[in-house]
């Protein structure tokens, strides 16, 4: 069946550090690929998102490329903040549903 | 963005009782809803596909007569936790889908903390 596959966390980094969570997945078809983000408490926020192969996600400075040659939709951001400690999950949607990754939870220390 | 929201955010109840978690859409129809539990550090399971006027498709190992899923309108899903026990204590969200396709974004609720003591 469909699954996704993110790297273990914790990931600690410091402000302003560059960020990459890498995400692969195994899917029948074409899914449509996702990256969530979940604060303490809270329900799942849709970060990003892509369609189709060679499409770019992009939100408040996170990129995710999809290539569907590697099966990877890996999480970018060039300089991250205290505000985007967090936990992030990858996701993809074959037919109607939605499978996550493990998660990864992110903290940014000042 | 649309939203879902969720009732109660929080729970504690006794050991045997029944709780009642709500899920709602509140500026679109939902025809079908999701029920997710999430252990502690972990990943989203999907429990439950909730579908509008039929009955609910339970995934594999969950427990149709324990989490009771009533989908009664266009806007509510409702999952009953029934006879609960300590371990049935987690973290349950439910998310909603505008149209069908598959790059249709699911709005999700902001989550009920169960306890049970």
């Known amino acids: 069946g469909d699954s996704v596959t993110q790297m273990e966390g914790p990931v600690t980094l410091s402000e302003e550090a560059f960020l990459t969570i890498n995400c692969t997945y195994t899917?029948?078809?074409?899914?449509?690929l996702f990256w969530y983000v979940q604060y303490p408490g809270e329900g799942l926020q849709l970060l990003l998102k892509?369609?189709?192969?060679?499409d770019k996600g992009s939100n408040k400075g996170f990129e995710a490329t999809y290539r569907k040659e590697t099966t990877s939709f890996h999480l970018e951001k060039g300089s991250v903040q205290v505000s985007d400690s967090a936990v992030y999950f990858c996701a993809l949607k074959g037919a109607q549903k939605l499978v996550f990754g493990q998660g990864t939870r992110l903290t940014i220390n000042p | 963005g649309a939203v879902v929201s969720q009732h109660p955010s929080r729970v504690i109840c006794k050991s045997g009782t029944s709780v009642k978690i709500e899920c709602r859409s509140l500026d679109f129809q939902a025809t079908t809803m999701f029920w997710y539990r999430q252990f502690p550090k972990q990943s989203l399971m999907l429990m439950a596909t909730s579908n509008e006027g039929s009955k609910a498709t339970y995934e594999q190992g969950v427990e149709k007569d324990k989490f009771l899923i009533n989908h009664a309108s266009l806007t509510l899903s409702t999952l009953t936790v029934t006879s609960a026990h300590p371990e049935d204590s987690s973290f349950y969200i439910c998310?909603?889908?505008?149209?069908?396709?598959?790059?249709?974004?699911?709005?999700f609720g902001q989550g009920t903390r169960l306890t049970v003591v």
């Open positions: 998310s909603a889908g505008k149209g069908g396709g598959l790059g249709s974004e699911a709005f």
């Open positions: 899917a029948t078809g074409y899914p449509s």
């Open positions: 892509a369609t189709k192969a060679d």
